[in-house]
């Protein structure tokens, strides 16, 4: 099928050289499916701050949900740099469709092949590729974002189940979730990890309402009341705080594409609108001030573009530090706000209307600027591993 979407992305670098066959026709088929299903409805849903069910029950039938995950669960068996590239086609589409495929990837399916039994693998793992099953991940609480290492969330051990209470925030997919993989410190203090399902008694999930951000994703909040948790839905292969982090690693990857994605939509959007739209006689594109504004774009796209390339090849490597993986994040969803924002003054008034994506895109990364790591904290987790200082805490 043919689509009206126009997008030339930006490669000043010729980085398409440095991708395999393989990598190139993973990306293309996303991008055509993100042209065809996701652009011509996504601004309507972020304007009635609507959850595209559809579109995310899609991912699984394009294969976006676990492409790293072995087929024999059910995932495709890609390597890092087609995971990475999904991610940035599905975030140029929106950030949301982009946190649900990152979810359910790296923080659902990922700590289940990872962490859990064999049983835990074949019951869920074949199911949340497809998405037949929608899957949540549950560490921040109202009250410990930041720092999950102080949560409040307890599980008492009762014999053969856990007594779970607490309460999780701010957590994407909350109330579509089938399934919530929920962190709890046991009577020893240590975190552990846990596989809930919807309905179990004294486990609600609420929708949080009133976002300007992230309009089309669902977030909301997991509240634990006595709820009685099998020992055999605990997580058996992770204990301590490493065991959520090791998640967030595999999504803040993710994101650190995601974000070059909508940066090349940003400046696409740009660019040719500079090109059509006159003043005073000329282009605009024509005045050096729009000049400047393109070419420092293009620029530090550019700089992501290869800084992206080298993680995956670090992490398809195993040489890929979690370190490496903060930088990347922090560095280019700044880089993709900063874009946003100075190229949305090239459409003038235009550009606050959602008849061009760059707003709604800047409002996205307002969130993700903010979840999987605060751009503060990933500094200072480069601040730590380079004077070996930990300056989080006192
Ligand atoms: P700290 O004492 O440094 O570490 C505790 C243990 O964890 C190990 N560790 C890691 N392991 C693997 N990967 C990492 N990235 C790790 N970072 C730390 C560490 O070696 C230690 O292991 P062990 O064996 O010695 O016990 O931890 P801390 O409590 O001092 O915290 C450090 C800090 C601030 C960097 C950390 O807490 C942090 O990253 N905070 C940010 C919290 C965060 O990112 N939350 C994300 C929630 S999920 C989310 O936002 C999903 S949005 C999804 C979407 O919609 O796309
Ligand atoms: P706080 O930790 O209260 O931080 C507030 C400010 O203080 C920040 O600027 C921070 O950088 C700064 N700060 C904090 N500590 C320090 C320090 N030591 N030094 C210097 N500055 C500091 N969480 C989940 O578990 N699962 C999810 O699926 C999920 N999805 C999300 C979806 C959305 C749309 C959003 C907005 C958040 C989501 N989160 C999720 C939560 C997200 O990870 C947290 O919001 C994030 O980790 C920050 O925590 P906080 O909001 O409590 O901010």
Same mark, same amino acid.
Request: no cysteine; net charge positive.
């Given at each position: 099928m043919t689509t009206t979407v126009q997008y030339n992305p930006p490669d000043y670098f010729l980085v398409d050289e440095l991708l395999t066959e393989e990598h190139k026709i993973v990306r293309d088929s996303v991008r055509e499916w993100v042209n065809r299903e996701v652009k011509p409805v996504i601004e309507e849903y972020n304007q009635k701050h609507e959850v595209p069910i559809k579109l995310i029950k899609g991912l699984g039938e394009i294969g976006a949900f676990g492409p790293f995950i072995p087929q024999e669960y059910g995932g495709a068996g890609l390597d890092y740099i087609s995971y990475g590239l999904i991610m940035q086609e599905l975030e140029r589409g929106d950030s949301g469709i982009r946190s649900a495929a990152s979810v359910q990837t790296s923080l659902v399916m990922y700590p289940i092949y990872e962490f859990g039994s064999e049983e835990q693998k074949r019951k869920y793992l074949p199911k949340l590729a497809t998405g037949e099953i929608i899957g949540c991940f549950g560490l921040t609480e109202p009250n410990h974002g930041s720092d999950p290492g102080s949560m409040t969330t307890r599980i008492y051990d009762k014999g053969d189940y856990y007594i779970l209470n607490g309460a999780k925030m701010w957590i994407t997919n909350a109330t579509i979730a089938d399934i919530a993989i929920v962190w709890a410190k046991d009577e020893k203090g240590i975190v552990r990890g846990l596989i809930l399902e919807k309905g179990m008694p004294g486990f609600t999930q609420k929708e949080t309402l009133?976002?300007?951000?992230?309009?089309a994703s669902d977030t909301g909040e997991l509240i634990f009341d006595e709820v009685k948790v099998?020992?055999?839905?605990?997580?058996?292969n992770i204990e301590g705080l490493k065991g959520p982090f090791m998640c967030l690693n595999s999504a803040r990857y993710g994101i650190a594409w995601g974000a070059v994605g909508i940066a090349m939509e940003c400046y696409d959007v740009a660019l040719r609108y500079s090109l059509e739209r006159y003043q005073f006689g000329k282009p605009i594109g024509a005045f050096q001030l729009q000049q400047k504004k393109l070419a420092e774009a293009l620029t530090e796209i550019t700089k992501a573009q290869l800084l992206c390339w080298r993680l995956g090849v670090l992490k398809n490597e195993g040489k890929c530090k979690h370190t490496h993986i903060s930088m990347a994040k922090r560095n280019n969803v700044h880089m993709a706000l900063t874009v946003a924002r100075e190229l949305r003054?090239?459409? /003038?008034?235009? /550009?606050?209307?959602?008849?061009?994506p760059i707003m709604r895109h800047m409002m996205n990364l307002e969130s993700v600027i903010t979840y999987e790591g605060t751009h503060d904290i990933h500094l200072l987790i480069t601040g730590h591993d380079i004077t070996g200082i930990p300056a989080y805490r006192q």
């Open positions: 009133n976002k300007w951000s992230l309009r099998p020992k055999s839905h605990l997580l058996p003054q090239v459409l /003038g008034a235009m /550009g606050i209307t959602s008849d061009y």
